[in-house]
C-alpha cells in the first residue's frame, strides 16, 4: 500500500511538472519566428503524448487504486478538496493538450498570455491543493 501511494505521487509529480513546464515553454516560444516555432511544437508533441499523458494516466489510475484498497472518508472536506483539484487539472491537461496541437499546426504571434495564464492556473491548483489538502486533513485527525 505505501508503495502504490509513493508511486501514485512521484507520477502526480511528473505530471504536474510536465504540465507546468509545457506551458511556460510555449509562453516563452510564441515571441519566436514561425520556423523555430513549428520545430519546438515537435518537441511539445513529444513531451505531451510521452512524459504528460502517459504520467497523468499512471497517477489517475494508482490514485484510484488507493482509493480502493484504503479505507478513505468520502465525506471528508478534504477529500472533497483533492477531487475538485484534480478535476481542474485534468482541465487544465485537456487546455495543454489543444494547445499542443494547435502550436504543431500554425504557429502564433504575440507575447503568449494565454499559456502563461495557463501556466499560473496549474500552479495555482497546485499550492492551492497542497496546502488546503493538508490544513483540512490535519483538523479531522
Not at 495557463?118 to 485527525?141: D, N
Request: aromatic content about 10%; some cysteine; hydrophobic content about 55%.
Amino acid at each position: 500500500m505505501a508503495y502504490l501511494k509513493l508511486f501514485h505521487i512521484v507520477f502526480l509529480f511528473i505530471w504536474v511538472g510536465s504540465l507546468l513546464a509545457l506551458t511556460r515553454l510555449m509562453a516563452y516560444q510564441a515571441k519566436e519566428e514561425a520556423a523555430i516555432q513549428l520545430r519546438m511544437a515537435r518537441l511539445y508533441r513529444r513531451m505531451y503524448f510521452f512524459v504528460d499523458l502517459p504520467s497523468m494516466c499512471i497517477a489517475l489510475g494508482l490514485g484510484l487504486g488507493v482509493l480502493i484498497l484504503k479505507d478513505v472518508n468520502m465525506k471528508a472536506a478534504w477529500f472533497h478538496m483533492k477531487m475538485t483539484c484534480v478535476a481542474l487539472l485534468i482541465v487544465c491537461d485537456v487546455l495543454t493538450c489543444r494547445n499542443v496541437i494547435q502550436l504543431s499546426k500554425n504557429p502564433i504571434q504575440g507575447r503568449g498570455v494565454k499559456y502563461k495564464i495557463l501556466h499560473g492556473f496549474t500552479a495555482l491548483i497546485m499550492i492551492g491543493a497542497l496546502v488546503s489538502i493538508y490544513i483540512l486533513k490535519q483538523k479531522t485527525l
